[in-house]
């Protein structure tokens, strides 16, 4: 039998799940002083669609009870064949990936996400190495938790990352060129020496940042701020990891980028002047 318990005194809230027969709870999260109640009376639904891809149960389970009493809604799957089964059916809003599981691991079915949708991916895993990190990213993750982990970062960063995709109205200029590079706003395109990039949604939502700004300092905290939210205002690894991807992508020769350069200890800039723009 498993036992949900919360603790609502003491400004903790903590959840734990453990099975009565151990003689020591594990502790599936660490404890985090909050100032409200994270497992209590479900809020007003979300309206987004989450699927949980782990092959552990008790962590299914625990990450499934925290979202929908957040008020999602949650599907699962327990192993790589399952979640493309269930991307095609439910086609969910949100997914949080574990890395090590049987038959497809997390990283392949990361890769094979990102070459048929932008769905955001939340990786998730109990041995999170630089190495690792770099490699989800890589193949297109949004984000990256190492277990174990807070209930409030967890819904914190669930929370970001439907948030920054939201659709947005787009702004002026619609389609703009820099010299070799054109991106289209609209369409969310990127073409460089006319050739089609396939880039992430964090990698887009970056470099439109950065062309939109053409010419001016953005910081690290600023980017970070606009592009994955309040919450990661201290991830500069983050951001360095995908500029760098982005680099490889459009730039002539990454290892002296022409387009995004570096200004140390600031941040970045777009430094090629806007040539064209127009509204099509």
Request: charged residues 25%.
């Amino acid at each position: 039998m498993i036992i949900w318990k919360t603790f609502p005194k003491l400004f903790f809230n903590v959840l734990l799940c453990y099975n009565p027969a151990d003689s020591k709870p594990p502790g599936l999260f660490q404890l985090e002083r909050l100032g409200k109640t994270v497992i209590g009376t479900p809020v007003a639904l979300h309206n987004s669609r989450i699927l949980i891809v782990d092959d552990e149960a008790r962590m299914l389970h625990l990450m499934s009870t925290v979202l929908q009493q957040d008020g999602y809604e949650v599907i699962h799957a327990k192993d790589g064949s399952m979640a493309m089964q269930a991307l095609e059916k439910d086609n969910p809003e949100l997914i949080i990936l574990d890395i090590y599981m049987p038959k497809i691991d997390g990283y392949e079915l990361c890769r094979r996400i990102r070459k048929e949708r932008e769905t955001p991916i939340i990786v998730v895993s109990g041995r999170a190495t630089e190495e690792g990190k770099l490699q989800a990213f890589g193949l297109g993750a949004d984000d990256f938790i190492a277990k174990p982990f807070a209930l409030a970062e967890l819904l914190a960063r669930v929370r970001a990352v439907l948030r920054r995709v939201r659709p947005q109205v787009p702004q002026e200029p619609r389609v703009s060129r820099f010299e070799q590079l054109e991106i289209n706003y609209t369409a969310r395109l990127v073409k460089c020496q006319d050739r089609v990039q396939q880039l992430t949604p964090i990698e887009y939502s970056l470099l439109g940042m950065l062309t939109l700004n053409a010419g001016k300092a953005l910081t690290h905290e600023m980017l970070l701020n606009q592009v994955w939210g309040p919450e990661y205002a201290d991830e500069r690894e983050y951001l360095r990891v995908h500029i760098s991807h982005l680099r490889h992508k459009i730039e002539p020769d990454p290892a002296n980028p022409e387009y995004i350069q570096t200004i140390p200890r600031i941040g970045y800039r777009f430094a090629k002047e806007l040539e064209t723009s127009d509204s099509r």
